[in-house]
């Protein structure tokens, strides 16, 4: 499919362990965004990458996550040393900035379990 | 700061009401933009209206409906004739103007509609 790709859709961690998430973006689509969705809110804003400008990092709730991505190619987010709090659904979205349109395209989200 | 209210937590209607979802905004910005998203029980969200905030004209999407009222910063949803696949839980967003495409989304917390056959 030409959709939003994520990896992996389920992670079950142990407190304190590092773990990676992989957002594929639709290929073309330059801006690149990460939110987090905790069970029963909405998202919230973590990161926003396009082309290669510096990233807006001020939605990262701590300085254990972080995220990179190369271009307008894939993104990962990375969460070290992981705690309870930070079970949640990782959503990304891409988009491809036009005049008329800024539509984010969603992926279907990595549900992350730390336990 | 910005804020996305959605008041109504939960809505149930029997199916072939019409439902309207509440949305109220807060934004210091005088250019923004107003979304809605669908996120049905698989989980992956759904794209529905983008609208800019000097474009007050309500708008019409077959069964779908927006109202947007500036001078009460709203912007409700209404669906008309509901069915069975409308059952999903309604986001409504902001995004300032940031410039060079950024529109990072503020979402409110959601409103689960159920339509019951």
């Known amino acids: 499919g030409a959709g939003v790709s994520q990896s992996p859709s389920n992670k079950v961690t142990e407190k304190g362990k590092d773990v990676e998430l992989r957002c594929d973006p639709i290929s073309g689509h330059t801006a690149l965004y990460w939110y987090r969705q905790r069970l029963g809110q909405g998202l919230e804003f973590l990161i926003y990458f396009q082309g290669n400008s510096a990233p807006d990092k001020s939605g990262l709730p701590s300085d254990r996550f972080s995220a990179e991505r190369t271009g307008e190619s894939v993104s990962t987010l990375t969460i070290q040393r992981t705690q309870q709090e930070d079970s949640a659904v990782y959503l990304c979205a891409s988009s491809f900035m036009a005049a008329s349109s800024y539509e984010q395209y969603f992926g279907p989200g990595t549900r992350l379990t730390v336990t | 700061a910005q804020k996305v209210t959605q008041a109504q937590t939960e809505i149930s209607v029997v199916e072939k009401e019409d439902v309207t979802l509440d949305c109220v905004y807060e934004?210091?910005?005088?250019?923004?933009?107003l979304f809605w998203y669908k996120q049905p029980p698989s989980g992956e969200l759904v794209f529905l209206i983008r609208r800019n905030s000097f474009d007050e004209q309500n708008e019409i999407s077959g069964r779908y409906s927006w109202n947007f009222q500036k001078s009460t910063s709203s912007f409700n949803f209404t669906i008309t004739a509901s069915q069975v696949v409308d059952s999903a839980v309604y986001f409504c967003?902001?995004?300032?103007?940031?410039?060079?495409?950024?529109?990072?989304?503020?979402f409110g917390t959601g409103t689960r509609l159920t339509i019951i056959p």
């Open positions: 967003a902001l995004s300032e103007a940031r410039g060079f495409g950024n529109e990072k989304l503020t």
């Open positions: 934004t210091r910005d005088t250019t923004y933009y």
